[in-house]
Structures are given as C-alpha cells and as structure tokens.
C-alpha cells in the first residue's frame, strides 16, 4: 500500500505546473489508481488537482465528476461529494446510484428537504423497487404531514417494517386524521399485538365495540317495545346477547385502560358503569359510578 502511495505521491509531483493534456489526463489516472487501491483520501486529491488543471471550456463529461463524486463520499468529504455530483447532473449524469448517495448525505445533516428531493428522484430514475428507500419515504411523508403521500408509500413498504411498533403508530394516526374508520379498526388491533398498552389503539378498540353494543341493544329495545310480541322477545334476546358481546370486548380494553391510564378513569367510568347496568350487575354499575365526575 505504502509503495502505491509512493508512485501516486511522484506522479502528482512530477506533473505539478504543467497543463499539458499528457499531464493533466495523469491526474486522472493517478486518481483512478488510488480509488482502486482503496486510497481515498489521497485519489479526492488528485481528482481535485485534475479539475484544476483543467483548461476553461474544457470540461469532462458527467459521469467523470460522479466517478469523483463517488471518490470524495468514499473519503467522507460530503461537501465535495455534493458539489461534484450537481456538475454531473447539469452535464447530464442522471444515474439512480448518485441519488442515494446523496439522500444519505443529505439524512446525516438533518436536511429533510434535500433527502426527500433525492429519494423521489431515485424513485423516478429507477424501475426496481427498494424497500428501504420506501420505508424512508413514509416516515419523511409523515413527519412532514403529508398524509396521502404518506399512506401511499405505506403500500410499498416491506411487511416487516409495516409491523413494527413505531410504523404502526405513524399509521394509525394517519388514518385518524384522515377519518379511515375501516383502518382505523385494523390498524389499531395490529398494534396492540405489538404494543398491548398502546392508549390510542385500547381506546379506539374500547369506544368501538362499545358503540357497536350500545347501537344494537338500543335497536333490540326499540324494535321489542313497538311490538312485544312472544316472538318478538326470543328476537330481542338474541339481539342483547349479541350486543353484550360487543360490550364484554369493550369492557377488555376499557379493564385495561383503568389500569395503564389511571388518571383518564373518569372519563373510563362513565362507560364501565353503562355496560355493567346493560349487565344488570348493580355492584359493579354502583363502583364505577363513584369515578365519574
């Protein structure tokens, strides 16, 4: 390795001052050795002294600057590598490669704008299809509430990133936002399998089916007391059975919900005591209503 740095380190000297184009195409060479010699570092310099040597009007083509380009993110000189790679654009260089790199770049500086602009155009450039770029892609979208892009990517992310805690959260509260009960539900369920305390997704899932028990057994009562008929009342029963297990789901959650968030129990109160009096359990009823406020 010493001896490369050596040849490489003589070669810069000897061609230093001169603007010949034998000399100047030997930076370039110099530089081509260095990166596949794993010399990053000094290839960034002898990229550099290349495009200083350079005659005016005399500039290479694009996909020389992303090759050096390429060259300085390998030697962590990020600022370079941004600069090379928008001279490779404006002579043409439009290669999907060059996005991602500078989508990195752009994420390690807390540039959102910038990363997002560059994984788009990745996504433009490219046919194939990269599970990592479209996980990025809906968490800039979310942060950044733009909600339906957001919910589209969610469509294009692999299935192990869609059942994380942190991803299914993003989403549920996308769809809340957006009023997309259906998800809302089934989102909701698929979190709690990951995150059982989740407050959101046990309240969702409490008020649900607490509606849902309340609507039918208020429908079943309605229908019997129009007409009270024998055979009206066998209805009416299958009807409160039915309701009383959307209450018995709803009375999970809301059980669940008096534990991890004790200091909602007022607000959890004012159901609990209803499905117990829909239950016709009086002690139970009579305990919870001590809570509501």
Known sequence: MKNIQLVIFAGLIVVA????????????????TATQAGDYVIALEAWKMYFEQLPAGNEP???????????????????????????????????????????????????????????????????????????RLFSI????????????????????????????????????RLKNESLIDSVSLELLKVAPEHLEALEWQAQINYEKGEARYQREMKQYEAKP???NYQTLLRGLKAASVDFRKSLQYFEKLWDVNPENRDQYAVYMNNIHVRFNDKEKADYYRKFIK
């Not at 010949?20 to 110099?30: G, L, S």
């Not at 992310?157 to 991803?167: F, G, H, L, S, V």
């Open 17 to 32: 001052g001169c603007k010949t184009p034998v000399n100047i195409e030997a930076y370039r060479e110099n530089a081509e």
């Open 61 to 135: 083509e694009g996909p020389v600057y992303a090759r050096a380009a390429h060259t300085a993110y390998q030697a962590s000189d990020t600022a370079q590598t941004i600069t090379w790679f928008e001279q490779a654009r404006r002579k043409g260089y439009d290669d999907p490669s060059m996005y991602l790199t500078l989508a990195e770049i752009y994420r390690h500086q807390g540039d959102i704008q910038n990363e997002l602009s560059a994984l788009e155009r990745f996504r433009e450039k490219t046919p194939r299809e990269d599970l990592d770029v479209n996980t």
């Open 141 to 176: 979208y979310y942060t950044t509430n733009q909600h339906d892009k957001a919910v589209d990517a969610w469509e294009d992310m692999p299935d192990t990133q869609k059942r994380t805690a942190e991803n299914l959260e993003r989403y549920l509260d996308l769809n809340m």
């Open 229 to 231: 008929t024998s055979g």
